[in-house]
């Protein structure tokens, strides 16, 4: 049997959660259902109490509140204004009142959240799409990670570095200020496309996509990024995450170029009501094609016509090996190699262990399976098992360059590790 122990080399980078970094997002206020009298809802009984302070009193408030948040966050008057605009839409006649009043109220309907206090995992990576500044012989990259916060609520948070292979490996050091998302409120009246912008972010490390919709209010999770080339030769940046509503999980699409704005689709299809579904980061055979785990159990492929909608697929691998006997699937999307499709593939075994393996399908019909490991490349590690949910080592995403592959892993539930090797490492353990 192939010897994998030594498949990976680590690096002693660790990315851990950090509580200080918070966004400004929507505090919404209604009264309990028994306690709603027509014509008088809490947000307005709000606004009145703030209506009726003097000048004084209001400014003292507005002082107090701004220098808080000038701390963290940007353009905080113009973010508090957007809120007040959000709120007055909603009642039944406009607020005549002053500019100083509407960034209170904005205030008062305002929390800061902080995303990733209780962990900051399930990274996947792809090229930046500004190489101007790599390393000689080395990539820029953007880093996706799932943070988690008050209430366990998901949210997508980026990160950026540099790796130059067989070298150094570096993370930037984060911006102090995160940007919530301003939706475009004609793409949510439409329903189709939600369209979101944050031109206020200067650098990726503060974009910060938090629930915004429904189909996401307790969560965005799981995001598979994949750089997509187009037929044309034309790129985008695709990424698959789960959007969990508190009851209902489903499949959901995010698109963009320079992460700053994106558009959010809900996929359909008989086939797209599973965790866990990757993009081919090119079509085949003219078609897009889709990893995922339809069954909960095995890893499947799916081709279509249409990159929102996916019926129909059929398992391409199940478990075989005891640490995969309850249940495969992907670690992100398939990686283009000379072979074939290079996937990073994770198995549940005893105890609920998560262990990251890897397989190769053909190039042509990827659901031919040419080869796996017998063994788990990585598995939870005496040193970095324990967390919010033990026992786990579990990836959204490898980047390759060349015969290189980054691979950046969650540990349990809580924090971000990384570790390289090179396709013919992996496909040197594989039968």
């Not at 990670?145 to 292979?165: C, D, K, M, N, Q």
């Not at 699409?253 to 081919?280: C, I, P, Q, V, Y």
Request: with cysteine.
């Amino acid at each position: 049997m192939p010897d994998v122990t030594a498949v990976l080399d680590h690096y002693d980078i660790l990315l851990r959660p950090d509580p200080a970094r918070t966004v400004v997002r929507p505090f919404g206020l209604e009264y309990p259902e028994r306690f709603r009298v027509a014509g008088h809802s809490r947000v307005q009984a709000i606004i009145d109490r703030v209506l009726s302070l003097n000048e004084n009193a209001l400014a003292a408030e507005l002082v107090q509140i701004v220098q808080s948040l000038d701390e963290r966050h940007r353009d905080v008057d113009a973010m508090l204004l957007r809120r007040y605009d959000d709120i007055a839409a909603s009642l039944p006649a406009p607020l005549a009142t002053r500019e100083d009043q509407r960034r209170l109220i904005g205030a008062y309907f305002s929390e800061e959240f902080s995303y990733e206090a209780a962990a900051l995992f399930n990274p996947s990576a792809v090229l930046a799409p500004d190489q101007s500044n790599a390393p000689d012989g080395g990539v820029r990259f953007v880093l996706s990670l799932r943070g988690i916060g008050e209430g366990h609520v998901s949210s997508v948070a980026f990160r950026t570095g540099s790796w130059t292979p067989g070298q150094a490996f570096a993370l930037d050091p984060p911006s102090h200020v995160a940007v919530p998302p301003i939706i475009d409120g004609n793409s949510v009246a439409a329903g189709a496309v939600v369209r979101l912008h944050c031109g206020g972010a200067h650098e990726i490390s503060e974009t910060v996509l938090f629930p915004m919709l429904p189909s996401q209010h307790q969560g965005i999770e799981d995001v598979r990024m994949v750089l997509f080339t187009e037929d044309d030769g034309s790129t985008m940046y695709h990424a698959t995450y789960t959007a969990f509503s508190g009851a209902d999980a489903r499949p959901e699409l995010l698109s963009g170029k320079d992460f700053h704005s994106f558009e959010m689709r809900a996929l359909t299809g008989d086939a797209a009501g599973a965790k866990g579904m990757a993009l081919f980061p090119r079509r085949i055979g003219g078609q897009y094609v889709m990893l995922g785990r339809q069954d909960s159990e095995s890893i499947w492929l799916h081709r279509s016509d249409d990159i929102l909608h996916w019926e129909g697929g059929g398992k391409i691998v199940s478990p075989r090996y005891p640490w995969e006997f309850v249940q495969m699937g992907n670690c992100g999307s398939p990686i283009e190699v000379d072979e074939g499709w290079l996937v990073f593939t994770h198995g549940v075994g005893t105890v609920r262990n998560y262990c990251v393996g890897a397989c190769l399908l053909d190039k042509d019909d990827p659901s031919k399976l040419l080869a796996r490991t017998p063994e788990p490349i990585l598995r939870p590690s005496p040193g970095e098992r324990d967390g919010y949910v033990p026992n786990v080592v579990y990836s959204c995403g490898a980047l390759a360059v060349g015969r290189d592959v980054l691979l950046p892993f969650g540990v349990a539930d809580n924090f971000t590790g990384f570790a390289s090797t090179t396709v013919d490492r992996l496909l040197a353990v594989m039968e």
